[in-house]
């Protein structure tokens, strides 16, 4: 599986749009882009996932670029329960060789 | 109980000790998996299993012994720990071929003194 890339912290204002970027210049055809986040001592959430077109849920919205080498993962409106570790991992889907390998991702801290 | 369940959700164990973490998941997946999250550190993928057969260990040591009895259910056995084995273990499930994420439990927090 390719490597990602991502910042080690980023604060964000309540009630404005969280922008987590993610970098991964080595991404393969076949590789899908995936967002977890970690709230303190709780098991990882799905947020949204995407191949090469843009991707909104109720969570987030998944940005890639063109070349597919980039993405950034959109909270809207955050919020202080949005405060947590955001993981960017790529992978293909499917099979469970096709294991979830996390990083250390990026650390959200939402303030008041 | 909907989703992946986990218990204990806290275990305090000392060395000698002998103790069993539990998953179930009521998801339907037939994948399910092993993850150790240490302080400060990344997770780790410890173990696989899928359709009850393990796919991978993760170079994990014997102290830890993975069960996987039925799709529904899977075991982490753990005895003669050592403190650095204190962490959160997260189990985890999935649908094979499916386009999705994994389903993560709360994991059980493990302490051994």
């Known amino acids: 599986d390719a490597k990602t890339t991502q910042p080690t912290s980023m604060d964000c204002a309540e009630g404005r749009a969280a922008n987590l970027p993610c970098n991964h210049s080595t991404i393969s055809g076949n590789e899908y882009v995936y967002w977890y986040r970690q709230i303190h001592s709780q098991g990882p959430q799905y947020i949204i996932h995407?191949?090469?077109n843009n991707e909104t849920n109720e969570m987030a919205s998944l940005i890639i670029t063109e070349d597919r080498k980039s993405s950034t993962l959109i909270l809207p409106h955050a919020t202080l329960r949005d405060t947590a570790v955001y993981y960017c991992i790529v992978r293909t889907h499917g099979g469970a060789t096709n294991k979830l390998i996390f990083g250390t991702g990026t650390l959200l801290a939402v303030q008041p | 109980e909907t989703g992946v369940t986990q218990t204990p959700r806290h275990l305090v164990m000392g060395m000698t000790n002998k103790k069993s973490l539990k998953c179930e998941q009521h998801l339907g997946h037939n994948a399910m998996y092993w993850y150790k999250q240490s302080a400060k550190k990344p997770l780790e993928l410890m173990f696989v299993?899928?359709?009850?057969?393990?796919?991978e260990n993760n170079s994990v040591p014997s102290r830890f012994s993975p069960e996987c009895p039925n799709s529904s259910h899977l075991f982490l056995h753990l005895h003669t720990l050592q403190p650095e084995d204190s962490a959160l273990y997260l189990c985890?499930?999935?649908?094979?071929?499916?386009?999705?994420?994994?389903?993560f439990g709360s994991g059980t927090r493990l302490t051994v003194v």
């Open positions: 995407g191949l090469k």
């Open positions: 299993y899928s359709l009850e057969e393990r796919v």
């Open positions: 985890a499930s999935s649908q094979d071929g499916v386009v999705g994420g994994y389903t």
